[in-house]
């Protein structure tokens, strides 16, 4: 196998334009696996990316392709991650490819997602294939997407390739054009070992399954490897490639892609973004870009039963096993008892892992308002990092508060420049630049990590009708004026609804934010008042009014089954509520804060 | 959870009719469940001859299902009046009332109450409620002081009648008559006006009924308080014996609870229409002894009792109800369906539940707490023994004044009455 009949490729995409099913045409296509089989979307694997559309891992997988040259070249396809709580995530996967296919629905035309994923190819300096798809829908439009695509991406319209993944027209083109016009990949097998970590999973017998594309030199069974980022060494146990399945080979070499096994204990030691090179013959200089992806998002996690503290606790470490970005660690709450304080990549990731927790462990949890981690200089000088606002000391303890600030790229077509710009300032965001890219700009901020994590992206595309792109990284901490705005019920402060804000957001959020809890909260047998107050200043309050009538008028003979039926349905809901106080206090009253 | 299932003794080849009751609401029947198993058995008393009563007296409810009209706001099990449906009707209830008393255990059960339900079961004629009883009175049992009811519309009575059903052994009337404004009776349905209650109460009265109930409803479109008070004022200077009032429930199995209602009154002054009624009847001498029920002294609705107090009966009609053992179990709602089963000599029932004994532990506070009687205390240890978190929120409920102690029993206070479902949630 030589470098030249060898292509790293990846497909890109707006949601359902139709990546997973061109995916498995070229699978059933290469033979990779056979029709039927295909039939299930094998890259998106997990139950929740399927249902959420998005690609929460990276995959990958070996296509053995014989060209109409006659030639059999080795195609391996890359699958990125969809979501902008992942965004280094797919830089990385797009940094071990040559190309990428970007698939543009004939129907909807370039839409939100097509762009940002256009840019993140531009630049990974990919070689991009345009692929016009669904061309056998009625509303297909071809000649108008080759418009779009040669308007708005600056590339040829006429080159792009119109398929129907569907039904396979096309498809044929689709893999000669990966062959013909994506450039093999350059390295030298002879030179030091030189590995890109992608992608990690964890397996319960082999540790740590680590997708490698090696840039130069060979790695076989028994080398002795060395983590660049963390000088950490381990013996290879394993190499191979995937077809989809795991398949050991004797070795992968420089433009390669597959995967390595090396007794690592923990997907954490093994990072996406790392270099791995040889122990007695590194390799000059890692492979930049490298992040130590870190949590930048904080929330406690805490069961609604009690009994299933150390069931969460059992499901926290399987979860990180597989997953370097997410964090935990016992926490207690005067509200809510016995939990975790969790840490997540961003809000989407949050979910995410709330959702398994729900579904593959079957628990029922309280989730927090997410905070970002703050500086606190207090007033004996020491230095203290918070992530829950409950433990901001008081403010005549406080010297300097400092947050968290990210440099973030936005790019957008010219006309939502000015929407961009009052959702930034909104947002307190601080211009750093502006530049115009193709037919479009690239504006750069820096943001409180605050202001961003939580509904930014969001706003952002609905301002942009799905045109904008955002990506972001941490900068640095900066002096700010933050309050602490604590919650309180019938009096009494409940800590895990407290949150940080800027001073001059704190009415505005108080008075949003008791708002949303009374319509949440049901009525009790007692009135319920809901404050928000800055230390003793109460700045806005609400009343959930006392239950008036909660009453069955009538109960007798037959109907006795049914009333019991109607109230044992009421009571599984009243299981989903966290008793704070002599307050019953929903499951989502929690993130209603995150909300308003 | 017991497991409900539907068994259909010799038919099924109609689905059973959804609505109120028994309904099959739970998932496909466990391969386990009795009654089941009981399906395929040759028995004619499906699933009440695999149980016993645990107590001696029994009540015994009538599902009489016609009516001229269906109102609107009714979810129970009727029919159109229809002469012919009648006659058959009446024809399966015997044979039902026959094959109630071939169970193993009739032998040994007593009957202390009759209740004929509706429907308007005072569309039955006098001689064809005394044949019913006097069938029953040949099959089981009855005590020498048994209370036999018949519910009436003002529209099908009259002193003749009235006094037809006392020859019968009719010793109670329960009255529906709804509301006295003239206005609201024809949008609620009914049929009758305002003057034809009263002139059916004073009907009933001449007929020497010495125990006659009154039923009437507030929370209804377009009601306020004024309107309200002034016909509690009005229906108490009858002197009933007895006075259920219902606050308007928008019923699934309803024509309003489908459709929606106009008009309805906002909760706070439905509350006020529920304090308005408490107040008179307690200043009129009525005991508010169940949370939509009044009595004179002595006057309390002993059938009704015994569902409250999660005690057994027995029951005949489409739809009927029966309690016995841990069986609670319903009959075919259909009429049609009602009588071939009984036509082919099986008990038509259609639905049925096993209550473990958790479910009737629940099942004996949310009816027991309905009634001014209350539970017995340690019914309510036993409930919330190691859950100190449902304890102190029951505790509550004591320190709000809605429920209290008196000696060794707990009931809630007429405050309680009002948010009762919140603590039964607190109680299954």
């Known amino acids: ?596 | 959870m017991a497991t409900l299932s539907r068994s259909q003794p010799e038919l099924g080849a109609r689905p059973a009719a959804a609505g109120t009751g028994l309904t099959g609401a739970s998932p496909a029947p466990r391969p386990t469940s009795p009654p089941n198993v009981l399906a395929a058995a040759p028995s004619p008393h499906g699933v009440l001859a695999e149980t016993a009563p645990a107590g001696r007296e029994l009540g015994f409810y009538i599902h009489m299902p016609f009516c001229a009209k269906r109102c609107y706001y009714c979810s129970f099990n009727t029919a159109p009046m229809d002469a012919g449906a009648m006659l058959r009707y009446l024809g399966a209830l015997h044979r039902e009332v026959e094959l109630l008393s071939t169970l193993p255990w009739a032998g040994d059960v007593t009957l202390a109450t009759v209740f004929f339900g509706g429907g308007t079961p005072s569309l039955l004629a006098a001689d064809e409620v005394a044949e019913i009883l006097a069938a029953l009175r040949t099959r089981f049992p009855v005590v020498a002081d048994a209370e036999v009811s018949v519910e009436c519309n003002p529209e099908s009575v009259s002193r003749e009648k009235f006094e037809g059903y006392r020859q019968a052994g009719v010793n109670r009337i329960s009255l529906g008559i709804q509301s006295l404004d003239d206005t609201l009776l024809p949008r609620l349905g009914r049929l009758h006006s305002a003057r034809d209650a009263r002139a059916a109460f004073e009907a009933a009265r001449a007929a020497g009924c010495a125990n006659v109930s009154v039923d009437i409803m507030y929370g209804l479109p377009g009601l306020d308080l004024a309107g309200w008070t002034g016909a509690v004022q009005r229906v108490l200077d009858w002197q009933p014996d007895h006075l259920s009032a219902y606050g308007l429930t928008l019923d699934a199995g309803s024509l309003w609870g489908v459709t929606g209602v106009a008009g309805l009154p906002p909760e706070g002054l439905v509350v006020e229409q529920y304090w308005a009624l408490a107040r008179a009847a307690t200043a009129h001498g009525f005991e508010h002894y169940e949370v939509s029920n009044y009595a004179r002294p002595g006057f309390r609705s002993r059938h009704n009792q015994i569902y409250w107090r999660a005690a057994e009966y027995l029951a005949a009609g489409p739809g009927a109800c029966a309690f016995v053992g841990d069986v609670r179990c319903g009959n075919a709602k259909p009429v049609p369906r009602y009588c071939e089963t009984l036509e082919r000599g099986a008990l038509p029932i259609a639905e049925s539940e096993r209550l473990t004994p958790r479910q009737r532990l629940g099942e004996r506070l949310i009816l027991g707490l309905r009634t001014a009687d209350g539970v017995p205390a340690g019914w309510l240890t036993e409930r919330l023994a190691g859950d100190p978190a449902r304890q102190g929120r029951v505790d509550d409920w004591e320190r709000a004044g809605l429920l209290a102690r008196t000696g060794a029993r707990v009931a809630l206070s007429e405050a309680g009455f009002l948010v009762s479902d919140a603590l039964f949630v607190e109680l299954l």
């Open chain 1, 1 to 596: 196998m030589t470098l030249a009949r060898t292509r790293n490729f990846s497909i890109v995409a707006h949601i359902d334009h139709g990546k997973s099913t061109l995916a498995d045409r070229l699978l059933a296509l290469t033979g990779t696996m056979d029709a039927k089989k295909a039939v299930d979307q094998v890259l998106d694997s997990m139950d929740l990316e399927r249902e959420r559309g998005i690609t929460i891992k990276a995959h990958t997988v070996r296509l053995l392709y014989r060209a109409r040259d006659g030639a059999e070249y080795t195609l391996n396809l890359i699958d990125t991650p969809g979501h902008v709580d992942f965004s280094y995530e797919v830089s990385r996967a797009l940094a071990a490819c040559e190309g990428a296919l970007l698939i543009i629905d004939a129907a909807q035309g370039i839409e939100a997602q097509t762009l940002a994923n256009y840019y993140l190819a531009l630049d990974a300096n990919l070689t991009i294939v345009p692929v016009i798809n669904k061309i056998d829908l009625p509303a297909a439009d071809v000649e108008g997407t080759r418009n779009q695509i040669t308007e708005i991406l600056d590339l040829d319209g006429d080159e792009a390739l119109a398929i129907s993944a569907k039904y396979g027209t096309g498809v044929p083109d689709v893999l000669e054009a990966i062959v013909a016009r994506i450039p093999p990949p350059q390295g030298d097998p002879e030179a030091p070992l030189k590995a890109l970590v992608f992608d990690s999973f964890y397996d319960s017998y082999q540790g740590g399954v680590v997708y490698v594309r090696l840039t130069d030199g060979r790695v076989r069974p028994g080398a002795r490897i060395l983590l660049m980022s963390n000088s950490r060494t381990y013996d290879v146990q394993q190499v191979g490639v995937f077809t989809p399945e795991m398949r050991p080979v004797d070795e992968l070499s420089a433009g390669q892609v597959g995967y390595l096994t090396a007794s690592i204990k923990r997907v954490a030691d093994a990072k996406v973004g790392e270099t791995i090179t040889e122990a007695a013959r590194p390799t000059a200089e890692a492979f930049p870009g490298y992040r130590d992806a870190k949590p930048m998002v904080f929330a406690g996690l805490y069961p609604i039963e009690d009994t299933d503290y150390e069931a969460l606790r059992d499901a926290l470490e399987k979860l990180r096993l597989n997953d370097p970005a997410f964090s935990f660690e016992p926490e207690t709450s005067l509200a809510l008892g016995y939990g975790f304080r969790c840490g997540f990549l961003g809000l989407l990731h949050m979910e995410i892992v709330q959702e398994r927790l729900e579904r593959e462990f079957n628990l029922s949890l309280i989730v927090t308002a997410p905070s970002v981690r703050y500086k606190v200089v207090t007033t004996a000088g020491e230095v203290q990092e918070i992530d829950n606002p409950s433990k901001l000391p008081t403010p005549d303890r406080i010297e300097r508060l400092e947050e968290p600030y990210v440099r973030s790229s936005i790019f957008a077509p010219t006309e939502f420049m000015t929407a961009i710009y009052k959702l930034a300032q909104d947002k307190r965001g601080e211009h750093r630049s502006l530049e115009y890219v193709g037919r479009g700009v690239r504006i750069q901020f820096d943001f409180p990590l605050a202001e961003i994590v939580i509904d930014f992206y969001d706003k952002l595309k609905s301002i942009s009708r799905g045109y904008a792109s955002f990506d972001y990284e941490f900068a640095n901490f900066r002096p700010s004026d933050l309050v602490k705005l604590d919650i309180l019920l019938n009096g009494d402060s409940v800590d895990a609804l407290s949150i940080i804000v800027h001073r001059d957001k704190a009415y505005e959020k108080g008075k949003a934010l008791v708002e949303k809890l009374r319509a949440v909260i049901p009525r009790q047998l007692f009135e319920v008042a809901i404050q928000a107050a800055i230390g003793s200043r109460v700045i806005a309050r609400e009343t959930v009014k006392a239950m008036g009538k909660n009453v069955t008028a009538k109960c007798y003979g037959g109907d006795i089954t049914r009333k019991r039926k109607l109230l044992e349905r009421q009571k599984e809901g009243k299981k989903r509520m966290k008793q704070v106080g002599k307050v019953e206090v929903p499951q989502e009253a929690f993130l209603t804060v995150l909300k308003s």
